[in-house]
Structure formats: structure tokens, C-alpha cells
């Protein structure tokens, strides 16, 4: 089950009012980078209609209110309005959508020796052998499933064996000594003194701001992070 909070340690520069970077851990780095991987429609029904950036919300409107008689036979509105995504909802973290993914079913010919080198993914599909329906039900076998049995380390996209630096502008990286220092002369931090830190714990509807700004327009991490959080406590450094 997705964790509903996540913890961010926080280095601020309070003078321009900016995160320099957050060291986080695994579930808010796999949440976005699974960003990446979530289809548009899916996006229009987490942020909802009226969140979306243009003319997206209207299109998605327009496809929900069709008509079954215009919609060809062999199609289904859920094609595109539930698209399925290359990893399940279920396993992205975070969020709150609790779509289970249909696995797909494959049939082969149950007739024929030869139609072993057939496969579909229609039980109403013909042989190319024999010519009866190809309808015997087929097992797939995902070897990732059976490398993380019983197991969390597999789960998600990165590793949880160390923490990660994600930026002001969502890069990301493992944390080191070495590169905080280097970021801070890359961003010409002049006045340490002005640094502070900040461990917070944020609410699912705040981590979803960052997902809403990043489709609505240009995006930081300091314009979620610190919108969510003006009047907590700051340690000096």
C-alpha cells in the first residue's frame, strides 16, 4: 500500500527564499520519476478537468460524454480514458488512484501440434494452421514478479539503500558530501550563514501540488515545498 506522507530534509537559502536541494529517500524519488510513465489521461483524473493546462480537460470531457453509437464496435472509451500504464498504478507511490491493471490474456490453437508458434491475444482469433479458433488459455510468466516474491527491494525504480539529492529545479542524484559542497559553488552560495534547514513531512495533497504545477506551468521544488510550510520552525545550521 502507498505511503499517504513523505519526509524531505530541506537546505534553504532563506535570503532569496529558495530550496537548494531536499535529501529524500526512496518513495518521493520513485514518485517523480513514475511521473514519467503515467499516460495523460491518467494525469487528467488525478489533478481533475479543471486542473489541466489548455484545452485538455474539454477533450477529455468530450470523449467521456460520446456517445457508444459513435464509437466504433471493436473500441472502448476506457482505451482512452484509462489507458493502461507501462507500471501499474498500484505500484507508483504516492499516489491516489487504485486502478488494478487487467493482465492481458494470450490463446493459442488447442487443435494443432504446430500452433504452438501462434499465439493471440483474441480467443475469437483463427489459426493460421489449422483455421479452428485459437482459444486455450496461455499462462504468461513475468520474470520480475518471481525475482521479487515476498521481497520490497525489487518495488519501485530506485534503490533504498541510500538517500538522493533532488534540487530546486527536480534533478536528482544520490546524496554525497562532495556533491552538496559542489552544488553549493555551482549555485555561488556566498553566505553560508543565510542557509537553514528544515525536516518536514509532507501531506499526499501537497506532494500532488508538485505534480499539478508541473502541468499547469514551469515548476520548483521551492514553490510546492515552501508554499506548503511558512510558518515552521527553521534549525541553523
Given amino acids: 500500500m502507498a505511503k499517504s506522507k513523505v519526509s524531505l530534509k530541506l537546505l534553504i537559502d532563506k535570503k532569496n527564499k ?125 520474470p520480475s514478479r518471481l525475482a521479487n516474491k515476498g521481497s520490497n527491494e525489487g518495488q519501485g525504480f530506485v534503490k533504498g539503500v541510500v538517500t538522493y539529492m533532488v534540487m530546486d529545479d527536480l534533478t536528482v542524484k544520490p546524496t554525497s558530501g562532495i556533491s552538496s559542497i559542489a552544488l553549493l559553488n555551482k549555485l555561488n552560495v556566498k553566505e553560508l550563514a543565510e542557509l537553514r534547514q528544515k525536516e518536514v513531512i509532507l501531506e499526499m495533497n501537497e506532494v500532488m501540488l508538485l505534480l499539478v504545477d508541473l502541468f499547469q506551468k514551469y515548476s520548483n521544488l521551492s514553490s510546492v515545498v515552501l508554499s506548503c510550510i511558512p510558518n515552521m520552525p527553521i534549525n541553523v545550521l
Fill in 18 to 142: 529558495r530550496v537548494l536541494f531536499a535529501e529524500a529517500g526512496k518513495d518521493f524519488v520513485d514518485f517523480i520519476f513514475h511521473i514519467l510513465a503515467l499516460p495523460l489521461a491518467t494525469v487528467i483524473r488525478l489533478l481533475g478537468k479543471q486542473e489541466m493546462v489548455g484545452c485538455l480537460g474539454n477533450l477529455y470531457d468530450s470523449i467521456e460524454n460520446l456517445k457508444d453509437s459513435y464509437i466504433q464496435n471493436s473500441q472502448n472509451k476506457n482505451i482512452l480514458l484509462k489507458p493502461l500504464a507501462p507500471i501499474p498504478i498500484t505500484s507508483v507511490p504516492l499516489l491516489l488512484l487504485n486502478d488494478k491493471p487487467t493482465r492481458k490474456k494470450f490463446y493459442r490453437c488447442s487443435h494443432c501440434y504446430c500452433s504452438s508458434d501462434y499465439v493471440a491475444d483474441d480467443p475469437t482469433a483463427t489459426c493460421p494452421s489449422c483455421k479452428h479458433l485459437m482459444n486455450k488459455t496461455m499462462n504468461y510468466v513475468d
